[in-house]
């Protein structure tokens, strides 16, 4: 794994400035401390940061082709690099090293741009074709490693991290509706990042940059159309191809090691490991003191079944100053308290191993969300219940049945009778909505409100679901969460707090041809008998004990609630109620708010987080719109 960044003075035709060229390579220094190289030519510089993974010795970056007119700067693993090495060799191109990377380079020789659509794995990289005078910037598939630019008035700059563009000076100015965004999802939605000038290039998609401009297109998408397979055929074709993923994701020259949580995905990823591999895998796994979050019994189970070279660490109550640490990574305001946890057991690993295997995936490819579930059920019984019933007796029920969030959660309709006077796109926005637009509307200002009287943070999810081309509003959803929370939220804190610890880790569940296959499969395999993941359950289950496959899921989750009442509650006391002044936010609305969670009366745990990690982060990297970096 590395980190890239370069900068193509393509408006202009200035020459690079080499001293910032190597300041933004310095930013991300952590992505790759193995090594760095640099190329310049006149106008374009790309850099890139080492982390040595696969041919230690030759395959150092940028890299050329034969006649050194093709450069090429690269983040990841490409998985398929030899029989594609084999393919072109065969047509006469000459490899000089052992190294993925060449493969691209010769790749893109023989078709053209359409290369990427032959690459297998996770990357982010940059390809310069010098005597077309055009650069490529690609992104894999589902955005397993991350990309960003901005696009200036001399040209464009880009990096696998926001901080390297920062250092190059790019304006900080802060996005009104990216504020929105990330209280609405913890995150900000790409294509767009908190500061207006500074994007990411979607999963799946180039950008081209000539001096005639910048353009970006889509290489790839999910096919809507579905597989003529029965539940049978389709449990054969599941198993192989975890069988091929988990083994070509192996290769490697350096120690590696698997994630393992006790759930059933990275538990399937730790035992197909186990069954391709000689030595025992080193693992690592995450607890809590309270004993509702930890799975370590778990994780200890599978680790005992396959023999697993075992490791744990105990998560406690993150302070102020560790907060700060993982923001200084993230870049971004990021509000998934998943990360916390996620960064210790990376820097954990890390002591141990240089990479490591991840079971993320498994849930967007096979329905394992118990959201999906809900959904499910409100949607069947929306098809029983006419529209004027569900506006006109539903929803003014739903006004007046109070929020209760101490009651039982049997008791607790108050959400389920909103969701079900709602339209189905309407009603999942609603479910996967960390701060309510009601809530939203009280946390944020009277001149913030104003400014964004005419959006909705709504919008980026209803473009994802209205092009789903399908009539089942289950795989309309699926397709929503691959495109924007699996790679806005999931990947990229995996690939930020791994990278933070020089860490590379791999999601074979997340090969594409997974994620196709997955996603071409009837819901109804996915989701039976009230139970997620049936289809991948049952293919796995001679791997694993029925009671790793059928216990209740329970992910990277935290006692966030108990921290803010307890461990937290000072620091935000102090950072938001006392000392907040941004012109962003209602402070009274949010003390009213934080008393209501303090008494226990209600749960407003993902508000009030929210609130204070933007808060820490803006602290380190906001200026004023007008200033520049």
């Given amino acids: 794994m590395c980190g890239i960044c370069g900068i193509y003075n393509y408006r202009n035709s200035q020459e690079v400035d080499r ?105 982010a990289l940059a390809l310069w074709d010098s005597s077309r005078k055009k650069l490529v910037l690609a992104r894999d598939r589902v955005g397993i490693k991350p990309l960003l630019y901005a696009v200036t008035e001399k040209g464009i700059l880009f990096a696998s991290e926001m901080k390297a563009l920062l250092v190059a000076g790019v304006c900080r100015e802060i996005s009104p509706k990216a504020i929105s965004d990330y209280l609405t999802y913890r995150y900000v939605p790409a ?26 297109k889509a290489y790839w998408d999910l ?20 069988g ?17 949580s006790g759930g059933v995905d990275s538990s399937t990823v730790v035992a197909l490991m186990a069954k391709a591999t000689k030595d025992p895998v080193k693992t690592f796994s995450i607890g809590f003191e309270h004993k509702s979050y930890n799975e370590t019994p778990y994780a200890r189970m599978v680790a005992s079944q396959y023999k697993t070279d075992h490791h744990e660490t105990i998560v406690k109550a993150p302070g102020p100053e560790e907060i700060d640490t993982l923001l200084q990574y993230f870049d971004e305001p990021f509000a998934d308290s998943s990360s916390i946890p996620t960064f210790v057991v990376c820097r954990e690993a890390a002591k141990n191993v240089t990479v490591v295997l991840s079971g993320d995936g498994g849930d967007e490819n096979f329905g394992g969300y118990r959201r999906y579930f809900f959904d499910l059920w409100e949607n069947k019984m929306r098809s029983f219940l006419p529209g004027i019933v569900r506006q006109g007796v539903l929803y003014p029920l739903s006004v007046l049945y109070p929020k209760a969030d101490w ?100 999601v074979p569940i997340l090969d594409h041809c997974m994620v196709e296959y997955a996603f071409s499969l009837p819901t109804s395999f996915k989701i039976q008998q009230g139970t997620g993941k049936y289809i991948f359950k049952k293919v796995v289950s001679d791997l694993l004990p029925d009671d790793i496959l059928y216990r209740n899921k329970m992910g990277f989750s935290i006692p966030l609630e108990k921290w803010l009442r307890s461990e937290l509650a000072q620091s935000f006391q102090e950072e938001v109620l006392k000392n907040g002044n941004l012109p962003y936010f ?39 719109p007008e200033t520049k970096a």
């Fill in 244 to 260: 091929e993923c988990v083994e070509s994701h192996l290769e490697s020259e350096v120690p590696l090691g698997a994630f393992l």
């Fill in 191 to 216: 294509p767009c990042t908190i500061f207006k000038h500074v994007q990411k290039l979607l999963p799946g998609y180039i950008l081209i940059a000539t001096p005639d401009g910048v353009t970006t």
């Fill in 19 to 123: 001293v910032v060229l190597q300041s933004m390579a310095d930013s991300i220094a952590h992505r790759g401390p193995n090594d760095q190289g640099f190329y310049h030519e006149k106008n374009l510089g790309l850099g890139h940061r080492r982390l040595s993974i696969i041919d230690k010795a030759g395959g150092g970056q940028p890299m050329f082709n034969e006649d050194g007119k093709i450069c090429v700067v690269f983040n990841g693993e490409i998985y398929n690099h030899h029989p594609i090495r084999e393919e072109l060799i065969a047509k006469g191109h000459v490899f000089k090293t052992r190294c993925d990377t060449e493969a691209i380079l010769h790749l893109y020789e023989e078709i053209g741009e359409s290369f990427v659509e032959r690459l297998r794995g996770m990357f």
């Fill in 223 to 242: 096919d809507f159309s579905r597989e003529n397979t029965s539940f049978p055929e389709a449990s054969e074709e599941i198993r192989r191809l975890l």
């Fill in 407 to 506: 009651l039982p959660r049997f008791m607790r309709a108050k959400t389920t009778l909103e969701n079900l006077a709602k339209s189905p796109d309407e009603a999942y926005y609603s479910s996967v909505s960390s701060v309510s637009d009601k809530i939203k509307a009280k946390l944020l200002s009277f001149d913030m409100n104003k400014e964004l009287s005419d959006y909705r943070s709504f919008e980026i999810f209803k473009e994802y679901y209205s092009r789903a081309n399908c009539a089942d509003p289950l795989k309309k959803i699926f397709y929503v969460d691959i495109k924007m929370y699996l790679s806005g939220d999931i990947l990229t804190k995996v690939d930020l707090a791994s990278m933070a610890h020089s860490l590379e880790v791999r």
């Fill in 586 to 624: 209602d402070y009274k609305n949010i003390a009213n708010l934080y008393q209501k969670h303090l008494s226990g009366i209600a749960d407003y745990r993902d508000p009030l987080w929210n609130l204070w990690v933007f808060h820490r982060w803006y602290k380190k990297y906001a200026v004023s």
